[in-house]
C-alpha cells in the first residue's frame, strides 16, 4: 500500500568518484529530512537488495535520507562472482564507504546531515571500521545479521552508538555479535529478534528490523551538524 508521504519520496540515481572510479548509488531525499544514512551491503549483494530497500523506505517514511551504494564496480562484482574474495576485503569496503562520506561533503543538499551507517552481512564489519576512522562524520551505526567482527582492531575506535540486529535462529551470529558488542567502546545495544533466521525471511521479521533500525538512527541522527 503506498502512503500519501511516499508520493512524495524521489530516489535519484548518482555516481560516486572512489579509488579512480564511478561507483552506482541511488539516493533518495525526504523533504525536510533529518538525517542520512548510507548502506553498506553484505556478501555478494549490491544496491539492488530487496531487504535493505526495504529497510530504506522505512527509513524514508520516517524523513531519513537515504543512499544505497554498490560498493564494488561491475568488473569487481564479475570477478567477485567467480572467486568470492572482494566481498571479504573489509579494507577495500571500508575504504569505499569512506570516499562516499567525502562525496556526501560535496552535496549542498547532503552535507549538513548527520549520517549513519547500516552494514549487513560483511557489509557490518566494514561500516564499523569506516565509523572507527571517521569517528567524527559517522554519528550510528546499525547491523542487521551482520558480521561487526569483520571489523577486527578497530572496533575498540568506534565512537559511533551502535545497534546489532540479529535473528534468534542465527546462534553462530549470535555469539559473534556478542563478542564484538564486549569489544566495542561507544554506546551499543544488542537486539535479537525472536524466531528470525539468519536473512530475517520469517513474516514480520524484516518489519522488526527496520523498525528498530529507525528508531535507532532517529535517535542518534536528528540533531543537525
Not at 538525517?35 to 553484505?42: N, Q, R, S
Not at 561500516?127 to 569483520?150: H, I, M, W, Y
Amino acid at each position: 500500500m503506498t502512503s500519501q508521504r511516499e508520493t512524495h519520496l524521489h530516489e535519484q540515481a548518482v555516481e560516486i568518484p572512489i579509488d579512480a572510479l564511478r561507483l552506482q548509488g541511488d539516493l533518495t531525499l525526504p523533504p525536510n529530512a533529518s538525517g542520512l544514512v548510507l548502506f553498506a551491503h553484505g556478501s555478494g549483494s549490491s544496491r539492488h537488495s530487496p531487504r535493505n530497500r526495504f529497510v530504506a523506505r522505512v527509513l524514508n517514511e520516517a524523513r531519513l535520507a537515504t543512499l544505497l551504494m554498490d560498493l564494488l564496480s561491475a568488473e569487481e562484482e564479475r570477478i567477485d562472482l567467480q572467486t568470492r574474495h572482494l566481498r571479504f576485503d573489509i579494507e577495500l569496503l571500508a575504504r569505499r564507504l569512506e570516499g562516499a562520506l567525502d562525496w556526501i561533503q560535496t552535496q549542498p543538499a547532503l552535507k549538513t546531515l548527520r549520517v549513519g551507517l547500516f552494514g549487513s552481512s560483511t557489509g557490518a564489519g566494514a561500516a564499523l571500521r569506516a565509523a572507527a576512522a571517521r569517528p567524527d562524520e559517522v554519528a550510528a551505526v546499525v547491523s542487521r545479521g551482520g558480521r561487526p567482527d569483520l571489523a577486527g582492531p578497530a572496533l575498540a575506535a568506534v565512537r559511533a552508538p551502535t545497534l546489532l540486529i540479529v535473528g534468534e535462529n542465527d546462534p553462530v551470529v549470535i555469539r559473534l555479535n556478542r563478542e564484538a558488542q564486549a569489544a566495542l567502546q561507544a554506546e551499543t545495544a544488542l537486539t535479537i529478534i525472536p524466531g528470525a533466521s539468519h536473512l530475517f525471511e520469517e513474516e514480520g521479521a524484516l518489519e522488526q528490523v527496520a523498525r528498530h533500525a529507525t528508531d535507532w538512527f532517529k535517535r542518534h541522527l536528528q540533531t543537525a551538524r
